[in-house]
């Protein structure tokens, strides 16, 4: 059956994957408890928020200050800021080469969809008659025939050359003459995935990625002058042209454009080489099924975002040039999120239902609030420097201790969270709807430096799971659905441990380092006072577990689930 009309627009309320479906929220309404909020319990709870957390901020402030006995230790690390009065608190490297290229970064991002648009203009999708045919699907939605299938051709291919060239210019910008050994590994492991056997890709693509990993930390991005080095070693050359040469790779290496370091963002790049072969290799083993889409009666133009992600594109798709433009796909090219290519090429044919102007300029909004707090902090916070000045940690109360630890979190977090979606609104603005990865204020790390210290944080954390695990085993949730409340208690106390432990973690990872953070824990378990302090904190924690449980079952209560 066809339809000479419009497709219908879906409602915007049902395109969020966060809503719970149907039969799934029946199921999941029926394990909501009442609201709390009003109960004497989380009263009393309101109470503590209303005096810890402001207790929390001024003490980070009060020995952030001038009058603070290390504060001429630290003072040396921090710089002028722009709030009157103010110095900031810069010192962290990693975040420091984000915030120091914010202005280059917003100038990008505004002339990248820009260009785009006057490249539209120049080229534009091939349009089919405005009254093109739609196919009935079973599902009452409509699904465009043929002739429309070729309009999204076209738009695919426009996107595409532009993506391609567009990358190919980026990356030379960034890496300068380093560009070239991004696009050879670029290429072997293409060459991974189209010519080997298809039982052997997903294993070579994983050995071959993490082996580039180690070789890329260890060579340090392969500079040329050691790579000449290494050459003249081998062939026997005169030693005039020996020091000739080195001269010569001396010089290559240094025009090597703006980020010289090219290996640090490859780090994340790896994940989309692993994704593009992985995801050709289920390709290539499905050839003889039939066609997922019109077997599940789906619209190509308003797939879910797990679809996009778990339905094959068509073979001709994992072609090199789309391939090199996914990879070095500019908005999420330095940091991501991590688009799979089974996803970025739907979207490059579709534009995701998701998109619209209202939520995007909103989420600028959220990335504009996220980045001010950030500034605040380290403009009136000065944990980072105080860590990075290796204090004499006895100085400190135990609560002054534990604000250092805490803040420091906090900081590591926003670190983490703001080029995340900074890259992601960059994509948004560019019509791709990337996965949003950081929703809730946890830590997460992808694909770091190789440091000993984040060798230990993760065997820390894959440790610090399995007493939640055990937990689980010991205390099953079905067997406590008479008990809930005892339960809710239970779960409670489980949680300030998994607290401690991940925070300990995460603090030996990314801030005070091991040797960091044996001096914060004899600081506080050190004492009696330092134990009841541990003791109050411990209450606080649960408090703070407590509320976020309910507003977690607000958001169920809403039909909303996070599934984090």
């Known amino acids: 059956m066809t339809l000479l009309q419009t497709p219908p627009q879906p409602n915007p309320a049902e395109l969020s994957p966060n809503r719970i479906p149907g039969n799934e929220s029946r ?27 402001p207790w929390m901020f001024y003490t980070a402030y009060d020995v952030s200050q001038s009058w603070s006995p290390s504060f001429p230790n ?29 202005p280059y970064l917003f100038v990008t991002m505004c002339l990248h969809p820009a260009l785009r648009r006057t490249f539209a203009m120049l080229y534009p999708v091939s349009r089919m008659p405005s ?48 560009a070239p050994k991004v696009l050879i590994i670029l290429y072997l492991n293409y060459l991974l995935a189209t010519k080997l056997k298809r039982e052997y890709v997903n ?24 790579m000449v080095g290494i050459i003249n070693n081998i062939l026997p050359l005169a030693k005039s042209v020996d020091a000739g040469s080195i001269s010569w790779g001396s010089y290559l290496d240094s025009h090597g454009g703006l980020m010289p370091r090219w290996e640090i963002s490859f780090n994340v790049t790896v994940l989309r080489l692993i994704s593009f072969n992985l995801d050709s290799s289920w390709a290539r083993n499905n050839l003889g099924s039939s066609n997922a889409i ?70 600028g909004i959220r990335c504009l609030l996220a ?5 605040l902090m380290i403009h009136y916070i000065y944990v980072v420097a105080i860590s990075k000045a290796q204090p004499a940690w006895e100085v400190y109360t135990p609560f002054q201790l534990s604000m250092l630890g805490y803040f420091n979190l906090h900081h590591i977090w926003l ?16 019509g791709i709807d990337p996965p949003e990865n950081v929703v809730r204020c946890i830590f997460v790390a992808i694909w770091h430096d190789i440091q000993l210290r984040l060798l230990v944080w993760g065997w820390l954390i894959s440790l610090f799971v399995l007493p939640e695990a055990v937990a689980g085993f010991l205390f099953p949730k079905h067997k406590w659905q008479s008990r809930k409340e005892a339960y809710r208690v239970i779960c409670g106390i489980g ?48 408090t703070g577990v407590q509320v976020m449980f309910e507003l977690r079952q607000e958001e169920l209560r809403k039909g909303i689930n996070m599934k984090c």
């Open 371 to 375: 980045l001010l707090a950030m500034e």
């Open 27 to 53: 199921k999941k309404l029926e394990g909501i408890s009442p609201p709390k909020w009003r109960t004497p319990e989380f009263g009393f709870y309101g109470l503590v928020f209303l005096v810890i957390v």
């Open 415 to 430: 670190k983490l969270l703001l080029p995340w979606r900074f890259f992601r609104l960059w994509a948004l603005i560019d």
């Open 131 to 178: 009254q093109g045919t739609y196919k009935l699907m079973a599902n009452d939605s409509v699904s465009p025939s043929v002739p429309e299938h070729l309009e999204t051709d076209s738009r695919l291919d426009q996107r595409i050359t532009f993506d391609f060239a567009f990358g190919l210019f980026f990356v030379v910008v960034l890496h300068g003459v380093s």
């Open 495 to 542: 949680a300030v441990g998994n607290i401690l432990m991940m925070m300990s973690a995460n603090l030996v990872g990314f801030a005070v380092g091991l040797d960091g953070l044996k001096g914060l824990v004899q600081g506080i378990a050190g004492s009696y006072s330092g134990l009841v302090f541990l003791a109050a904190a411990c209450g606080a924690l649960f």
């Open 203 to 226: 294993t070579a693509t994983w050995m071959f990625n993490i082996g580039i990993l180690f070789a890329n930390e260890l060579s340090q991005g392969y500079p040329y002058m050691k």
């Open 294 to 363: 019109e077997k599940k009666q789906l619209d190509p133009a308003n797939l879910s975002e797990r679809d996009r992600i778990d339905l094959p594109a068509r073979i001709e798709d994992y072609c090199f040039r789309n391939y090199i433009a996914y990879t070095l796909y500019t908005p999420l090219y330095l940091a991501g999120p991590i688009l799979t290519f089974n996803d970025y090429i739907c979207q490059q044919r579709f534009t995701a239902r998701s998109i619209s102007r209202e939520r995007t300029i909103l989420y």
């Open 74 to 102: 630290f003072e040396p690390l921090l710089s002028p800021g722009w709030i009157p009065g103010r110095k900031v608190d810069n010192s962290d490297s990693q975040y420091a080469s984000f915030r120091d290229n914010i």
